[in-house]
């Protein structure tokens, strides 16, 4: 993806709210079932809170019952990255995205078969929303 964003982290915090600093620039995790997004199904895009990058489209929402946003796809396989995760001894697929390096959430290979099997399980604090028009 070109047009990287590259700030300092003096920059990231005064951008993003403490919350938002701690997942998308820490790897942190909010607490299951307490994002604003995990039982939200409005028609629209999810956008990185980073940098504004769409990330996820409503249509790819479902609910899996894990207390974060679930999505069985991007928008775009350019507009994330993925890289192995062995924290807390632990195996998973981190999520970030392409544009900032923000630190988005996991995927697992558990979602909905007809839909390629596979579970975006994303943090709240790193989306922003953008209703459909």
Not at 95 to 122: M, N, S, T, W
């Amino acid at each position: 993806m070109a047009d990287k964003v590259e700030l300092s982290e003096a920059e990231w915090r005064e951008k993003l709210t403490p919350e938002q600093y701690h997942v998308l620039r820490e790897a942190g995790t909010e607490r299951a079932f307490t994002g604003k997004y995990d039982k939200h199904y409005a028609a629209g895009e999810y956008m990185c809170a980073g940098c504004g990058t769409k990330l996820f489209g409503s249509d790819a929402k479902y609910n899996s019952g894990c207390g974060w946003p679930a999505f069985t796809r991007p928008t775009d396989d350019e507009t994330i990255e993925e890289r192995r995760d062995v924290s807390y001894g632990m195996i998973r697929t981190e999520v970030l995205c392409a544009k900032c390096g923000g630190h988005l959430g996991h995927v697992f290979p558990d979602g909905p078969p007809q839909e390629g099997g596979l579970r975006y399980c994303i943090n709240s604090a790193s989306l922003d929303f953008e209703p459909e028009d």
